[in-house]
């Protein structure tokens, strides 16, 4: 029952990443300048313990697409059991923190890792408040916005299913 | 303390004298009578390697091949390359003589082979690959600096982008090294002297990454003992066995060390350095150590001053006052390097290693991309990186 609802909150926090990723881009220099960099056809596939939720996404002309799958991802990460992911997707470890645990494996360029690494630390600098991303990071990424229109733009992209599956 | 960690380590050491004879005897035991030897071109004039093969063959084991031309920095074609010819001279196990580059090159050839792969560029990553085919796998370190012997790591320069890469695997850790003073005896100063302050930048690292665990810090401490009681006796007085076998050791423990907890900015940068210019990776690391520690020391000043015993004894510790030791133990490593500059000419600045300022953009750009940012204890974006570059100018 735990792991269910674990993978249950760890499938809309992932949502909710994908999400912000997208609404950053507009709102972060720092985030933009990320896929500014980005080599186009670039992938991540994280997926979360033993058949737990996943995220696929790609980033192709120019948007940051979520996919129902991926064949060959260029990175794919995969956290090592459901517990981990719910500690790392709830703010409660950092990227690093879950580099130093062992917590994942990964598949392809470390550069990758870094690359998503960093936007992981934007996206919780805005999503988490600063009691817990100062727990998680060794050093929290300053918001260039409030945090209240990431939100804002992240709920309306909801609304208008801006964030649905791509084909 | 991290609150949980792995360490791993399953390299059988054959230290000491006359570990070399043992060779045979340990392929043999692995089930293997047909060695690729793999050296470079510097070793195999000097007759170093042919130490190590009149050593094997003495005790029955012959080359089935030697392949001896791998660059300074090698790559990820080379690799390949050597797979390639592995599988057409028919061999059944590697003997790595060499430096880090030797080492890490075999690492990746064995990775390949016994993945049964074609090029090593897909297999990149971190613990993601199965066990694989055992393919016997012995090294013999002829510095005592990288530690590779004893690492789950290999770095390969991608000539397609000029990036050092990381593959990180414990199936690239070799099944036994050879630490033989034999094979440092002939070191030059400037090599001992930088290669032993690549072995103190792991054991450093090691110990004060966010990756830190009690296993990996008992390793890199003592490490940092030898090295700091050795470096500079094997670098002045290269005859010195017990001080060559100290540092040889202290090399060990210190991959073994590092290994287990990774390592932090200054190899980022380091690898950085060398991808774009070229510089030597233990130049790199005994430049870059003392202002990569002055940019860490607000966020692991507690962990740096544990360090101070081991640099400079028990008595000279108790007596810097216990708010002093942190940057005590960074005046400590400076010291160390100037002395190493005064005894053989070391170069300690990033302009005497002939780097530009050009170059900086290009480097920091490579350096936060690269995996030993990742459990640094500070973060680092492109502009510190800078800051820290123009600092070792």
Not at chain 1, 133 to 155: G, K, Q, S
Request: hydrophobic content about 50%; charged content about 20%; overall charge neutral.
């Amino acid at each position: 029952m735990m792991r269910a609802i674990q993978a249950l909150i760890v499938a809309i926090v992932l949502r909710v990443v994908h999400a912000a990723l997208v609404e950053l881009r507009v709102l972060d220099s720092r985030v933009a300048k990320e896929f500014e960099r980005m080599p186009d056809g670039l992938s991540y596939a994280i997926a979360t313990g033993y058949q737990g939720p996943t995220l696929y996404v790609k980033w192709e002309g120019g948007k940051l697409k979520r996919l129902a799958a991926l064949d060959a991802p260029t990175c794919s990460l995969r956290i090592k059991s459901m517990p981990l992911s719910f500690q790392l997707f709830t703010g409660q470890m950092g990227l690093s923190q879950a580099y130093a645990r062992h917590a994942f494996t990964m598949g392809g360029e470390v550069a990758d890792v870094m690359r998503l690494a960093r936007l992981v630390n934007l996206v919780e600098a805005y999503l988490f408040p600063k009691v817990m991303t100062r727990r998680i990071m060794t050093d929290v990424p300053e918001t260039e916005v409030c945090f209240l229109r990431a939100y804002a733009r992240i709920a309306v992209g909801f609304l208008t299913c801006k964030y649905n599956l791509s084909k | 303390m991290v609150p949980y960690f792995e360490f791993q380590n399953a390299v059988k050491l054959l230290c000491g004298e006359l570990s070399l004879e043992r060779i045979a005897i340990e392929l043999e035991l692995m089930g293997a009578s047909k060695p690729l030897m793999l050296s470079d071109a510097v070793l195999a004039k000097i007759g170093t390697l042919e130490t190590v093969v009149k050593a094997m063959a003495a005790e029955g084991v012959q080359p089935a091949a030697t392949f001896t031309d791998i660059p300074v920095d090698s790559s990820l074609a080379v690799v390949d390359k050597i797979a390639a010819y592995y599988r057409e001279q028919g061999c059944d196990s590697i003997v790595a003589v060499g430096g880090g580059s030797v080492i890490d090159t075999a690492k990746g050839v064995r990775l390949v082979l016994s993945q049964n792969k074609e090029d090593i560029l897909s297999l990149s990553g971190l613990d993601n690959l199965v066990r694989g085919k055992h393919v016997p796998f012995i090294v013999v370190p002829t510095t005592a600096g990288t530690g590779s012997e004893c690492t789950g790591v290999a770095v390969i320069r991608n000539d397609a982008n000029g990036v050092k890469m990381e593959f990180l695997s414990p199936y690239v850790e070799p099944d036994a090294a050879v630490i033989d003073p034999r094979m440092t005896a002939g070191l030059p100063p400037k090599a001992t002297a930088t290669t032993g302050m690549d072995a103190l930048v792991h054991a450093i690292e090691a110990c004060t990454c966010q990756q830190a665990n009690p296993l990996s810090t008992a390793y890199g401490t003592a490490a940092i003992r030898a090295i700091a009681e050795n470096v500079e006796e094997a670098t002045r007085n290269g005859s010195n066995k017990k001080a060559r076998f100290a540092m040889a050791l202290a090399s060990t423990m210190a991959g073994i060390s590092f290994s287990n907890s990774m390592v932090g900015a200054v190899h980022a940068i380091g690898h950085a350095l060398g991808g774009v210019c070229h510089v030597p990776h233990a130049v790199a690391m005994t430049i870059l150590l003392p202002h990569v520690m002055r940019y860490n020391l607000s966020h692991c000043g507690a962990a740096y001053a544990e360090l101070l015993p081991w640099l400079v004894g028990v008595d000279a510790a108790m007596a810097t006052p216990a708010d002093k030791r942190a940057e005590a133990a960074i005046d400590a490593v400076v010291a160390l390097g100037r002395s190493l500059n005064e005894i053989c000419g070391i170069p300690l600045t990033l302009k005497d290693a002939g780097v530009s300022t050009e170059a900086f953009a290009k480097v920091a750009e490579v350096a936060v991309n690269d995996g030993a940012l990742i459990v640094n204890p500070r973060a680092a974006d492109e502009a510190q990186v800078i800051e820290i570059l123009n600092a070792a100018f």
